[in-house]
């Protein structure tokens, strides 16, 4: 698949997406925001595909927005009509949120292979992704306090609710650095790598792994754990009822049974 500012290719139900600007370390122009979202909605209804692996091409993960993008928003200080302006920040912002966000919506479950630098909005998107794995040089920074910014791309949304507020709060308020061995011990990552190779080893393990398992299943087991991280056990509960409801008798359901009595894999349909 050709794009221009990522690689993405499909293989054994597995598709790997990787941002492609090395020369700017990943930096993240208007054309990549954009072009992410229509990747990840794409991928999200490709029926062949059931688990996805995010990486980075070069010698970073991503280093965020692409600061030639942030500098043109600040012409917006020209526009005289506050209202307009602020109307103008908000559409720009929501912009890119959707980006992220796409991530967090796509259907499939969403591994994060994060190797070097992950800043400011790469940050935002690890926090987007189901699963989040990187090697031991990697290092993760909420970097838009010292840019004068407050975070707004969903890091101070969604990371709370992966690992302790209050190492979140000194994140980003100090600007630091969380390296590869810190990140997993405060369970930002599942796991941290040696090395590159042996990062993109063990994930495509566990993708190649996820990819074995009921279509239904998987997209079903993410959009329930969505559903029940922003709502009370009572209502995860009754959202879970609903959804197993309509979905006990599926064909996937029938062809794990059918392997049982036949003693071999399940090999479910796309």
Request: glycine residues 4%.
């Amino acid at each position: 698949m050709e794009y221009d500012q990522f690689n993405v290719d499909i293989e054994h139900k597995i598709a790997r997406v990787a941002f492609n600007r090395p020369e700017k370390s990943n930096a993240l122009n208007m054309d990549a925001w954009l072009e992410m979202r229509s990747i990840f909605e794409m991928l999200s209804e490709t029926a062949e595909v059931r688990v996805i692996i995010l990486s980075g091409e070069g010698k970073h993960f991503c280093v965020g927005i692409d600061l030639e993008l942030l500098m043109s928003i600040d012409q917006l200080r020209t526009i005289s009509d506050q209202d307009q302006r602020s109307e103008k920040a908000k559409e720009f912002i929501l912009t890119l949120q959707q980006a992220v966000t796409s991530i967090e919506k796509c259907s499939k479950p969403v591994i994060a292979a994060v190797h070097n630098g992950c800043i400011g909005g790469g940050v935002d998107i690890v926090a987007a992704c189901d699963l989040r794995y990187c090697t031991k040089d990697a290092y993760f920074c909420i970097k838009e306090i010292d840019l004068a910014m407050v975070a707004d791309l969903g890091t101070l949304q969604r990371l709370p609710k992966i690992i302790s507020p209050s190492i979140v709060a000194e994140m980003a308020y100090t600007g630091k650095n969380v390296f590869g061995p810190e990140a997993k011990e405060i369970h930002l990552v599942n796991e941290c790598f040696d090395t590159e190779e042996l990062l993109q080893e063990g994930v495509m393990k566990i993708a190649a792994t996820i990819a074995e398992k009921s279509p239904i299943s998987i997209r079903g087991t993410k959009n329930v754990l969505r559903h029940s991280r922003d709502h009370s056990v009572e209502e995860g509960l009754e959202y879970i009822a609903e959804w197993n409801s309509t979905k006990l008798f599926s064909d996937d359901m029938a062809e794990v049974f059918e392997a049982m009595k036949e003693k071999r894999k399940p090999d479910f349909k796309d």
